[in-house]
């Protein structure tokens, strides 16, 4: 098993996290062929982030996505990345938010 580390920044906690996501995406395919043609709305559910003393609960309750449909063709297949994992994962959100996660890939 191979793990890699992921930092990410944002001026928010969740731009923070859309980044992170940008991240573990780069390993899965090109992103510079991906071309904002279609724009999708998606409702979630929160969800929690452990911390040593307590939980933070982060609402994210509507995401709006741009992309295209996945394509061999045109998006090369990158690393496979098998999941996120909690382990020594780091959320800072007091000065500047930050988050460093490790994948299984």
Same mark, same amino acid.
Request: overall charge negative.
């Given at each position: 098993? $191979? =793990? !890699? /580390?992921?930092?990410?920044?944002?001026?928010?906690?969740?731009?923070?996290?859309?980044?992170? &996501?940008? %991240?573990?995406?780069? $390993?899965? *395919?090109?992103?510079?062929? =991906?071309?904002?043609?279609? *724009? =999708?709305?998606?409702? %979630?559910?929160?969800?929690?982030?452990? /911390?040593?003393? %307590?939980?933070?609960?982060?609402?994210?309750?509507?995401? !709006?996505?741009?992309?295209?449909?996945?394509?061999?063709?045109?998006?090369?297949?990158? *690393?496979?990345?098998? &999941?996120? *994992? $909690? !382990? %020594?994962?780091? =959320?800072?959100?007091?000065?500047?938010?930050?988050?460093? &996660?490790?994948?299984?890939?």
């Amino acid at each position: 098993m $191979y =793990v !890699s /580390r992921l930092h990410s920044w944002g001026d928010s906690l969740e731009e923070a996290f859309e980044q992170c &996501a940008m %991240a573990m995406f780069g $390993y899965m *395919t090109d992103t510079e062929t =991906v071309e904002p043609i279609d *724009t =999708v709305e998606v409702d %979630a559910d929160l969800f929690f982030i452990p /911390r040593v003393r %307590a939980f933070n609960i982060i609402m994210i309750s509507h995401v !709006s996505q741009w992309g295209e449909e996945f394509s061999l063709v045109k998006h090369p297949q990158g *690393t496979e990345v098998k &999941a996120i *994992t $909690y !382990s %020594a994962m780091q =959320v800072h959100d007091i000065d500047k938010p930050e988050i460093f &996660a490790i994948i299984d890939i």
